[in-house]
């Protein structure tokens, strides 16, 4: 452990001589870090967010460069500056010299000569424990990672959320040129393919594993894992903590300008036996093999009792063979699913309750069934008998069965602690996507059929009809003036992608905005793609899959636009439901699924009242809502509550089978496929074309009035479980409403997309923080409830609680009842809505 010294660099003695003299006397048993000047260093000195930690050895002619242009770059990021020191000659004395004329502190951790093990990577280690900074920047002191780019590496590490961002290279218009000469650039080029290929999967998403210029959140990385050894400290950090969240950011090499390469034949030799070292450390694929070669022997006696069964159905009993198929699945389902959970899985690996895990195996097969029959009717329709065809369905969906069981069902938070995110997230600073200046395949129209104009504060234009937004067309909005704009286009490179990416295009560098962010998946232009460039106005271009179902387009990428620039203009999309009660402003909040839909349909039909919003409600920082009423999703456990008399036969019978599928298990199933890599957002965007989600405006279901605004006076948080009534405090009464929040956009890809948002000069952070003191505003006239039932019994509850209470205050004030004196409205009534509401504390209002 190092021993910190606060040493003023006036009063400090020469480093290395100070250095040398401990070593040689034998009095210093660990070594020393040393402030020696520069910004507001000392003990009155704020802790530093950032601290750039710089490995240095022999290196006193490249420490001016680099201290003149490194301390102005990072000084806006509350930086820190920590010379790890491996040299033996006069660098510390130049650091010394030069630190008070820098604008950040500067330290200095001299390892003396005897205890520099493990080299560059050693010294990293012993700068991560001496680190300040909740982050930490890696960068070598050579000035081959220029500096403004080690500057944007760290803002968008601290940016991104992520836990890990890597410099690259090898990405983007990244560029190694730096290297001096071939051989050295093919020596690196073929490291850097020999690590992918040792480690296929935990590197899966970074493109230059071998980088020295990284940054890292100091809690994510635990230096007791890491046995360093030679100059790549950074491929045993990636390989160590798979689990880490990784972004890239391209940069290029820049040419040595001081000093000379450290690099030998002699280090070479060692990072080969590092890395022999390494994949043996972390080998674990054995196991796996074992319980796959398992799982496939049950899987062949299943493949016999399916094939069995529906031999019964269809030769026998006469059954159509896809009815006959869609019922031998369930006998060969329970079957596979004893013979899993008894033999394949030890009881440590059991993951959740018998029960839950018998219905996870079943979902997960019946979902597999809906992509298999039309492959079985296929086959049949080419020729092949059915018994065969079916057979043949079987096998190959079986490394897909294999690995949701594996890492969902059974191992699934022990998986989960090992899988690298599957989407790759590049930083590219050069500018717009190659592929989106090239000609487009065809020439699209520019015009914006359909406008919506949301409370009077968002307008949006789409060449796409948006049904969630229908209640807010508005024609008279010209197409030019909008604040975000949806087209449809060629989005995307046209080849193939091995793993889904989303990149950021511009510079990042300043206070301005990204120039364009696009997000691919695995089929090329035939994926499901889009770009956003942050305007104004903000342009979506989706591509022509997305382009056929827009649910998908609207929920995954339109409404988290839409929450964020109503941020940016003092209002808040708030995860929630509405109605007024005899004039009572009532709001519901629930996480995903728990019962709010069918409550409010209770509600309306039971009690009468005015329906404002079901999922999201538009609120502001003086307690008003506004209506948002999107249609409604009718799930499986929504279904008790519709009786809607004018929907025909075919429409319940096919509500039955939608709501099924479109409910809590179906996005379960979807949200643990999103943790693969599969083309989530492609599989998602054809299921709904395929079988469109069950979606009614609300007065189609129960008969019931709409109100454009009100004041939300009770706050009922619904939950299931013992049957109570608490009151929640303001403060978690906020956080619990941000929560709920958050958890409406769990599905890909908002979590690689919200963070590279930068919306009227908020970035993601400041977003969030003017969110909260919106919501705060709008809590405080509101009286917060947590109601809990066991049997959805929400909407016998809710009206008891609120007339109970009407009667106690007017018996109290004398008052007459309260009911039926809800006014009449004009209807809409966006009136105060159209100038934006300055939250409080907040330092102006958004344009």
């Known amino acids: 452990m190092a021993q910190v010294v606060n040493a003023r660099a006036g009063g400090a003695p020469s480093g290395a001589a100070h250095a040398r003299t401990g070593s040689e006397g034998g009095s210093e048993t660990a070594p020393h870090v040393w402030d020696v000047g520069g910004g507001a260093s000392g003990d009155q000195a704020a802790p530093p967010r950032l601290t750039v930690l710089v490995p240095t050895r022999n290196e006193q002619e490249s420490v001016p460069l680099l201290l003149d242009r490194l301390g102005p770059a990072v000084a806006p990021l509350g930086a820190e500056i920590l010379f790890v020191d491996d040299s033996d000659d006069g660098t510390v004395d130049e650091i010394s010299a030069l630190a008070p004329g820098c604008p950040v502190a500067v330290r200095v951790l001299h390892r003396p000569s005897g205890r520099r093990g493990g080299g560059l990577s050693g010294a990293v280690v012993a700068g991560m424990r001496a680190a300040r900074g909740e982050w930490v920047l890696v960068m070598d002191g050579d000035l081959q990672h220029p500096p403004g780019a080690a500057a944007l590496l760290a803002r968008t590490a601290m940016r991104e959320g992520v836990d890990i961002a890597v410099g690259t290279r090898y990405a983007g218009a990244g560029a190694s040129g730096g290297l001096s000469g071939a051989t050295r650039q093919a020596t690196s080029s073929g490291a850097t393919r020999l690590v ?16 020295g210029l990284f940054a890292f959140r100091k809690d994510a990385i635990d230096p007791g894992r890491l046995n360093p050894v030679g100059f790549k400290i950074l491929l045993e950090i990636l390989v160590r903590h798979p689990a880490a969240r990784v972004a890239e950011v391209a940069y290029s090499f820049a040419p040595r300008e001081a000093g000379r390469s450290k690099a030998s034949l002699r280090e070479g030799l060692a990072f080969v036996r590092h890395l022999g070292r390494l994949r043996r450390g972390v080998a674990g694929g054995q196991r796996q093999l074992l319980r796959m070669a398992a799982f496939g022997a049950v899987g062949l006696s299943g493949i016999a009792v399916n094939t069995a069964a529906l031999w019964l159905f269809f030769e026998v009993l006469g059954v159509h063979h896809l009815v006959g198929a869609a019922l031998a699945t369930q006998f ?28 996870r195996f079943f979902a997960m097969n019946n979902l597999l069934l809906l992509a298999r029959l039309p492959v079985l009717q296929w086959l049949v329709l080419a020729g092949a008998g059915v018994l065969t065809a079916n057979a043949l369905t079987l096998v190959l969906l079986f490394l897909l069965r294999f690995l949701v069981s594996d890492r969902m069902i059974y191992r699934g938070g022990e998986a989960r602690a090992q899988r ?136 995954n990428v339109v409404e988290a636009l839409l929450r964020f620039v109503l941020i940016s203009r003092g209002r808040m999309l708030l995860h929630s439901a509405c109605v007024e009660l005899d004039g009572h402003g009532v709001m519901l909040s629930a996480l995903t699924d728990t019962g709010k839909t069918a409550t409010i349909l209770r509600l309306l039909r039971e009690h009468g009242g005015r329906f404002l919003s079901d999922d999201m409600t538009v609120v502001d920082a003086t307690g008003n809502a506004v209506c948002f009423p999107k249609p409604l999703t009718i799930s499986s456990h929504t279904l008790r509550a519709v009786h809607a008399d004018d929907l025909t036969k075919k429409e319940w019978r096919r509500l039955n089978f939608q709501s099924r599928l479109h409910s809590k ?64 405090d303001h403060t978690t009464a906020l956080e619990r409403m941000l929560v709920n929040t958050e958890d409406a956009y769990g599905f ?6 919200a963070p590279a948002l930068r919306i009227n000069g908020m970035d993601y952070a400041e977003l969030r923080e003017r969110e909260r003191e919106i919501l705060a505003g709008f809590l405080k006239g509101v009286r917060t409830r947590v ?18 209470e009407a009667q106690a205050e007017a018996a109290r004030t004398g008052a007459a009842d309260p009911a039926g004196t809800a006014p009449a409205e004009a209807w809409p009534r966006w009136g105060l809505w159209h100038r934006p509401v300055q939250a409080p504390g907040a330092a102006g209002s958004a344009a």
């Open 196 to 211: 992918k290929a040792a480690f296929p999967r935990r590197l899966a998403t970074v493109s230059d594993p071998l980088s």
């Open 787 to 804: 109601l809990a039932s066991d049997s959805f019994g929400w909407a016998d509850e809710i009206p008891r609680l609120l007339a109970d």
């Open 420 to 555: 690298r995110d599957p989407v790759r997230m590049l930083v590219d600073p050069e500018g717009l996507p190659a592929a989106d200046a090239q000609q487009p395949a065809k020439k699209r129209s520019v015009y914006l059929p359909y406008r919506y104009d949301i409370a009077g504060t968002v307008t949006i234009g789409s060449q796409i009809r948006l049904p969630e937004l229908e209640f807010f067309r508005a024609q008279w909005v010209p197409d030019a003036d909008v604040d975000i704009a949806v087209r449809v286009g060629d989005v995307g490179r046209r080849r193939p992608r091995r793993r889904a990416a989303l990149t950021e295009h511009g510079d990042l560098g300043g206070p301005g905005e990204p120039a364009a962010l696009r997000y691919e998946e695995h089929l090329g232009r035939l994926g499901a793609n889009f770009s956003v460039r942050l305007g104004p106005p903000i342009t979506v271009e989706v591509g022509p899959l997305l382009a056929r179902s827009p649910h998908v387009v609207y929920t």
């Open 332 to 359: 060969s389902t329970a079957w596979n699913f004893a013979l899993t959970d008894a033999a394949v899985y030890r009881k440590e690996q059991r993951k959740g309750t018998w029960y839950g895990r018998a219905g």
């Open 748 to 753: 890909p890809p908002y979590r690689y997309l």
């Open 665 to 728: 298990g179906g996005r379960s199933i979807a949200l643990m496929l999103s943790r693969f890599n599969l083309p989530i957002m492609g599989i998602n965007a054809i299921t709904q074309i395929l079988i469109p989600p069950p979606k009614y405006s609300v007065d189609r279901l129960v008969p019931c009035r709409l109100g454009s605004s009100t004041q939300v006076r009770d706050l009922f948080v619904i939950e299931r479980g013992t049957p109570g009534l608490r009151d929640l």
